[in-house]
């Protein structure tokens, strides 16, 4: 490891080795990837199941292969790897705190890549009635003991949230011989892909109890049985419906938080929609030369769309490092209503664009036949038709450079009916 | 005999309502003709993908990650499990390398999905 590197990205998961084989291939040589864990890859290296790949790599592969494909691509040179590392701070000068086994330095750079992803939300954050046994973990804690470690978590699971992950794990703990009494969701769809409710549940047998809540947690020493009872239209516990289901095991997939401690002592601004940085169309942060990518950003569905990203964070911090990056004009914002929840990128310099725009959103509920318009000034830019939109499948839009032309202040982003013909 | 499934075939997730002939189901709920191709595949011949770990000795992981390198017929799901749940390699290996050759005469190995 040396003191100063033109780019130092902190994270060695998919985000981070894209942007850092990106920022290779657009000539930086003295790259830094630092990883907390003992190898890379990150959260791919327990996705054992298969899925990833079908948009970047046009074929269908496991978390691990996806995840090896970079970082054979990394160890062609040029990125220096530290690994079991942990960063403890980076300022707005770009000096990064470090601390390992050998103990604390600090390493200087031109541009930082945050690419630290996200972490999962707690019971904790859920308050749950009931015991505190053993027995209650998150479903990614899950996978990585049954996928990495090699540890079976329980015999009788309950899964609470709709999420991919906890559908993920419900196969996956069939398939090595436990139980799955029910996966419980307190609203009223699946909060993960429609495939993985068909592949990881029906076709295992496992009920998906929707617009239910687990409404107690029983046991001394270990769980022993959980309490699950309906709720309304507005998440409400309905009285007189619960129900026991014993088991030895509570598993929460209720959500990822984008992980931006350091972020924020960097002096980054985060956007209170995502939990990630405000971004620009280079996937540069109110920092000048700070970039972010992948779920530190904000939470994305599909790794494929992650490496996009990512690259394109790469390729902008090695034009910043190169003085090629073009600050002309003023920003324009995204503002987005009508059922979408957010934008990624949140702004842009139209100066800097490149010829395409892709843009990143979330809707609040299920939609059918929607066009997604952009507005300027009460001027419509462009609108693209989708004909099926679900908050556990990120809508994304790829917007030519030419339709931003003459834009100031805010470009607006809304959801309208197909059937009315405005 | 009616029966209901959920085209994955695309992201819209139809809901399929089934009766006639496994082989020429008579299907409803389909926005497109894919949806009745779907529907016949998962009723004549379903298969799966089946990924999960194998022991691994020298390794910096006590077991390694493993997947079947195309779909296997659905009704092996769970004795593929038992053959996996067998297998001990010794580390290095690298991704592609074969664990379990031609399992169930179904031409369908079992290989490693990453460097150990």
């Given at each position: 490891m040396k003191s100063k590197y033109d780019i130092i990205v902190i994270g060695g998961g998919p985000a981070g080795l894209a942007a850092a084989v990106e920022a290779r291939e657009n000539g930086i040589n003295n790259i830094l990837v630092l990883e907390r864990?003992?190898?890379?890859g990150g959260i791919l290296q327990q996705c054992i199941h298969n899925g990833f790949g079908?948009?970047?790599?046009?074929e269908e592969l496991t978390g691990p292969e996806y995840a090896q494909r970079f970082i054979n691509k990394v160890n062609e040179g040029g990125i220096d790897i530290v690994l079991d590392t942990i960063v403890t701070s980076i300022t707005v000068d770009k000096i990064v705190s470090i601390m390992n086994t050998e103990g604390k330095r600090d390493i200087s750079a031109k541009s930082v890549i945050l690419a630290m992803g996200c972490r999962e939300r707690t019971r904790g954050s859920i308050a749950i009635p009931g015991d505190r046994p053993a027995?209650?973990?998150?479903a990614g804690t899950a996978q990585r003991y049954i996928n990495?470690?090699?540890?079976?978590?329980?015999k009788s699971v309950v899964i609470l949230g709709s999420g991919d992950i906890g559908m993920i794990m419900a196969r996956r703990i069939v398939l090595e011989g436990g139980e799955v009494k029910a996966v419980v969701a307190?609203?009223?769809?699946?909060?993960?892909?429609t495939r993985n409710v068909v592949q990881c549940l029906d076709h295992y047998d496992i009920p998906l109890l929707l617009?239910?809540?687990?409404?107690e947690i029983k046991g001394r020493e270990r769980v022993e049985r959980v309490v699950i009872a309906q709720t309304d239209e507005h998440k409400q516990v309905i009285p007189g419906t619960e129900k026991g289901y014993d088991c030895d095991t509570v598993l929460l997939s209720v959500g990822l938080i984008p992980e931006n401690e350091l972020s924020k002592l960097a002096g980054v601004d985060l956007d209170p929609k995502t939990g990630g940085p405000v971004v620009n169309e280079s996937m540069e942060?109110?920092?000048?030369?700070i970039f972010a990518c992948g779920n530190v950003v904000h939470v994305h569905d599909l790794v494929d769309f992650v490496t996009e990203e990512s690259r394109r964070a790469g390729r902008n911090a090695a034009r910043y490092v190169n003085e090629e990056f073009n600050r002309e004009g003023e920003y324009v914002s995204f503002s987005t209503s009508g059922g979408l929840t957010?934008?990624?990128?949140?702004r842009f310099r139209y100066s800097n664009l490149p010829d395409k725009l892709d843009v990143f959103m979330r809707v609040d509920k299920v939609y059918q036949d929607q066009f997604v318009i952009l507005e300027n000034e009460g001027r419509e830019l462009a609108r693209f038709k989708e004909r099926h939109l679900t908050p556990g499948e990120m809508v994304k839009i790829t917007a030519p450079k030419?339709?931003?032309?003459?834009?100031?202040g805010k470009v607006r982003i809304s959801l309208v009916p197909r059937g009315d013909k405005t | 005999m009616k029966s209901e499934l959920i085209c994955?075939?695309?992201?819209?997730g139809c809901r399929l309502s089934i009766s006639g002939r496994p082989d020429e189901p008579i299907v409803e709920?389909?926005?497109?003709?894919r949806g009745i191709a779907y529907a016949k595949d998962e009723l004549t011949n379903p298969i799966r993908m089946i990924c999960s770990t194998v022991k691994i000795s020298g390794?910096?992981?006590?077991i390694v990650p493993v997947k079947t390198d195309r779909a296997i017929p659905e009704k092996y799901k769970f004795q593929i499990m038992k053959l996996i749940n067998g297998v001990e390699v010794q580390s290095?290996?690298?991704?592609?390398?074969?664990?379990?050759?031609?399992v169930f005469d179904t031409g369908v190995n079992v290989v490693v999905t990453r460097n150990m």
């Open positions: 864990d003992v190898e890379l079908l948009f970047y790599f046009k027995g209650v973990f998150t990495i470690e090699g540890y079976m978590v329980g307190r609203s009223s769809f699946p909060k993960g892909l617009s239910h809540n687990i409404v942060t109110s920092v000048e030369g957010y934008a990624a990128p949140q030419e339709i931003f032309t003459g834009c100031e | 994955i075939t695309c992201p819209m709920g389909n926005k497109c003709k390794g910096i992981h006590t290095p290996v690298e991704m592609g390398d074969v664990v379990l050759e031609n």
